[in-house]
């Protein structure tokens, strides 16, 4: 069946219509000590002033019958066809209709227990032409160790299947335990590729000791490589050896999204704090963003994590949420569709089953919605249509679409 929903002023009704096609829970952590952005410490996100969208929000199912879908990408032909990835290794075509293909052939293997499984997807950049997609995975190692790993391939559209398959990145060492491993994938627009790599949720006790804090080891990272695999000579430690060559950002916990501003080319990541502490990041070169060493939430049980909120010479989040939501993929809105939406991020919301709506000043929160969706959002992307399409992170998952009317 095909499901919709009206969504205004904070009320979901939901009808039937024709037949078609880890956060944790509160906790509040706080330091007065200085930070590097020159003392001021963060706000939470959701203390910004609230926004309402003009008109109605509609909802409607457009595929369902997925488990547990993670990413999607939409052709760029503007036939609505879009890539969707489900986590336990299978990579579908879904029409604009809504009906899905049988599985795309030759994907490597995917360690698909826990969190991972087969992540992220995105389009190269000359697809059009070159019919190259990329994706993200968990990938096995030895003894039940894994990892985050990123492959290329040529996509053939009438076969339904990959060629010249080829793993570009590895995150390495690999580690035992199913948790943690990031990952989405963006494209600079220089044509770089960023790609986040969570902790693998390795003890955060260590502190500063923690693989999120040291530069030779991709745990807790963004890293930006070039569509080869290679290392773009402008990183921030290309000219050093080893792993930080391909290090953009550091000090990061979890990070399942990744956008980037449509004004100024820069890369925004949403990262899951413990209990409380979910952040909103501006990814820029060279910065340590604190995990372990600081945070706004609490370790499971109530801990305290690291010395607190802030510690010179470590970023400041440009807001966060206490108790964690869970952030998923996000999104800037450039269509013309909602000219009330022009230029807000649109974060998806596992843990409260929502999406939320966020207006800026700059880089400062100046409006707040939540549009409760009553399943947990994996993925929001803006169609070629101009209206927002959704990924539920469940069994089965469904792909919906969002229009105000």
Known sequence: MRRSSWVGLGVSVA?????????????????SSSSSSGGALSTRCDVAPAITTPGTISVT?????????????FLPDGSGRALITERPGRMRLMQANGSLSSPIANLPAVQAQGQ???????LDPAFASNNTIYWSYSEAGTGGTSGTAVARGVLNLNTLS????TVIYRQQPKLGGNNHYGSRLVFANDGSLFVTLGDRQVDPTQGAAH??????????????????????????FAAQSGERRYVWSL?????????????TGQLWIGDHGAQGGDEINLAQPGRNYGWPVISYGLHYGGAAIGEGAARQGMEQPLCYWDPSIA????????????????????????KDTSLVRLSFNGTQPSGYQRIAMNARIRDVRVGPDGWLYLLTDENPGEVRKLVVQ
């Open 327 to 350: 952030p998923a993929n996000m999104v800037f809105y450039t269509a013309g569709n909602v000219p009330a939406w022009q230029g807000n991020l649109f974060v998806a919301v596992l």
């Open 15 to 31: 009808v039937v219509s024709a037949c078609g096609g880890g956060g944790g829970g509160g906790g509040s952590s706080g330091s």
């Open 116 to 122: 991972g499984g087969l992540l992220d997807v995105v």
């Open 251 to 263: 000090g990061h916990r979890n990070p399942q999204g990744a956008t980037i501003h449509p004004l």
């Open 61 to 73: 199912t457009l595929a369902s019958g997925l488990q547990n879908p993670w990413g999607l990408a």
């Open 211 to 236: 693989p999120a804090q040291n530069p030779d080891q991709p745990m807790g990272k963004v890293v930006r490589i070039t569509s080869a695999g290679g290392v773009p000579p402008d990183n921030p």
């Open 162 to 165: 990959l060629s010249a398959v």
